[in-house]
C-alpha cells in the first residue's frame, strides 16, 4: 500500500513561487511515473504535470512554462516548483501515480493547500 505525503504548500501573493514536495512511501518510487494534481473549489481534480520514470515531463496548457515537476528516486520525493502563479492556482495540490486511461493507481493523500492572492 503507496502512502504519499504532501507539502510545501502555503498562501503566496501572485507572482510569487512555491515548491511543493511529495514523499511517496510503500512502493516501489523508481518504476513508476508520476504526477501532481489539483483540485479548486467547486472544479474536477486536474492533472497539472506528470514525469516519467527517466525523467521525460508533461504540463497542462494553464500552467506550462510556470511550473516544472522533477524527480529525486532516491529519496522517494517528487517535486512541483511553481513560479509566476497566479489567482486561479489556488487549489488543494496532490501527488499520485498516473494512469494512461487518465485514472491515478493510488489511494489520495491529504494534498497541500496553495492560495495564491492578488
Known amino acids: 500500500q503507496v502512502r504519499l505525503v504532501e507539502s510545501g504548500g502555503g498562501l503566496v501573493q501572485a507572482g510569487g513561487s512555491l515548491r511543493l514536495s511529495c514523499v511517496a512511501s510503500?512502493?516501489?518510487?523508481?518504476?513508476?511515473?508520476m504526477g501532481w494534481y489539483r483540485q479548486a473549489p467547486g472544479k474536477q481534480r486536474e492533472l497539472v504535470a506528470d514525469?516519467?520514470?527517466?525523467?521525460?515531463?508533461n504540463y497542462a496548457d494553464s500552467v506550462k512554462g510556470r511550473f516544472a515537476i522533477s524527480r529525486d528516486n532516491a529519496k522517494n520525493t517528487v517535486y512541483l516548483q511553481m513560479n509566476s502563479l497566479k489567482p486561479e492556482d489556488t487549489a488543494v495540490y496532490y501527488c499520485?501515480?498516473?494512469?494512461?486511461?487518465?485514472?491515478?493507481?493510488?489511494?489520495w493523500g491529504q494534498g497541500t493547500q496553495v492560495t495564491v492572492s492578488s
Open positions: 514525469i516519467t520514470t527517466d525523467g521525460g515531463t
Open positions: 499520485n501515480i498516473p494512469r494512461s486511461d487518465g485514472r491515478v493507481r493510488s489511494s
Open positions: 510503500g512502493s516501489i518510487f523508481s518504476i513508476n511515473p
